[in-house]
């Protein structure tokens, strides 16, 4: 009983230390923190053997294509039009053996700028979000689905995302992570292969290959929220976030 109430603490803990990061000042509690948290798997309809065949997805990339030739290669591409105004592709940093990857959508003006994932402010605010679960940039490799930024941070298209989907399955089996972060709709429609809603989606894992991924709302639209809704998404966000925490602890 006591090992459970320091475990309670901890976690209360951690979120307010969470919500402090974010800026929020006030809290209120609501039917999601109270409820216990859910902890199943789902199978998704893809596995990645399933995505490499899928016609949808073409172009595959040979097997043997290491790291840094796969680099060479997105730095290069001309595969869909966004290579037209982009200054720099956005290919991903972190380690090459990562237990964690994160995935988002597009890289967005600062990315674009600096050649780096997730650099701008909603990039701090993922920081932010991995910290508060003691999890760190550095332990994880961070990349998105679209390796070059969509002109005004568009959502990408069908197209583009058909075309630039084959380097991160190819990342992500040369990575071979235990566990990946699905940052916002996008990102986890293309990775699951589904069409649901986020909130269909996210606070439980789905099995994708070896990996289990967790879907969250992205960085990038909590900070697009304003009063209560904001809140409730955070809390939401943090939840998942806990989920995560719970898993990964499994593979420190
Ligand atoms: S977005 Fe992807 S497919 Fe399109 S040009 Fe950039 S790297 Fe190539």
Same mark, same amino acid.
């Given at each position: 009983?006591?090992?459970?109430?320091?475990?309670?603490?901890?976690?209360? =803990? *951690?979120?307010?230390?969470? &919500?402090?990061?974010?800026?929020?000042?006030?809290?209120? $509690?609501?039917?999601?923190? =109270?409820?216990?948290?859910?902890?199943?798997?789902?199978?998704? +309809?893809?596995? /990645? &053997?399933?995505? *490499? *065949?899928?016609?949808?997805?073409?172009?595959?990339?040979?097997?043997?294509?290491?790291?840094?030739?796969?680099? +060479?290669?997105v730095?290069?591409?001309?595969?869909?039009?966004?290579?037209?105004?982009?200054?720099?592709?956005?290919?991903?940093?972190?380690?090459e053996?990562?237990?964690?990857?994160?995935?988002?959508?597009? /890289?967005?003006?600062?990315?674009? $700028? &600096?050649?780096?994932?997730?650099?701008g /402010? #909603?990039?701090?605010?993922?920081?932010?979000?991995?910290?508060?679960?003691?999890i760190?940039?550095?332990?994880?490799?961070?990349? #998105?689905v $679209?390796?070059? @930024?969509?002109?005004?941070?568009?959502?990408?298209?069908?197209?583009? $995302?058909?075309?630039?989907?084959?380097?991160?399955?190819? &990342?992500? =089996?040369?990575?071979?992570? *235990?566990?990946?972060?699905?940052?916002?709709?996008?990102?986890?429609?293309?990775?699951?292969?589904? +069409?649901? /809603?986020? +909130?269909?989606?996210?606070?439980?894992?789905?099995?994708?290959?070896?990996a289990?991924?967790?879907?969250?709302?992205?960085?990038?639209?909590?900070? @697009?929220?304003?009063? =209560?809704?904001?809140?409730?998404?955070?809390?939401?966000?943090?939840?998942?976030?806990?989920?995560?925490?719970?898993?990964?602890?499994?593979?420190?």
């Amino acid at each position: 009983m006591k090992k459970e109430i320091v475990n309670i603490m901890n976690d209360i =803990s *951690s979120w307010l230390r969470y &919500q402090k990061q974010l800026g929020v000042e006030g809290i209120s $509690i609501g039917p999601e923190l =109270s409820s216990s948290f859910l902890n199943h798997t789902v199978q998704s +309809k893809a596995s /990645p &053997q399933e995505l *490499s *065949s899928t016609r949808e997805y073409r172009d595959e990339i040979p097997t043997e294509t290491d790291f840094v030739r796969l680099r +060479k290669i997105v730095e290069n591409c001309e595969r869909c039009e966004l290579y037209k105004k982009r200054r720099n592709t956005v290919f991903g940093e972190g380690p090459e053996d990562a237990k964690l990857v994160v995935v988002g959508e597009a /890289p967005g003006k600062e990315e674009d $700028i &600096q050649g780096r994932p997730f650099v701008g /402010p #909603s990039g701090e605010l993922l920081t932010d979000m991995l910290n508060a679960i003691n999890i760190f940039r550095k332990d994880v490799f961070i990349t #998105s689905v $679209i390796k070059c @930024r969509p002109p005004r941070n568009r959502t990408p298209g069908h197209e583009e $995302i058909a075309a630039c989907f084959p380097f991160l399955r190819h &990342q992500l =089996s040369l990575i071979n992570p *235990s566990l990946i972060l699905a940052l916002g709709l996008v990102a986890a429609q293309t990775l699951l292969k589904e +069409k649901a /809603p986020l +909130k269909s989606l996210r606070g439980r894992f789905h099995q994708l290959g070896n990996a289990k991924v967790m879907v969250i709302y992205h960085p990038a639209y909590l900070l @697009r929220l304003k009063g =209560s809704q904001q809140l409730d998404c955070k809390r939401v966000a943090w939840h998942d976030l806990q989920i995560l925490e719970k898993e990964y602890d499994k593979y420190r």
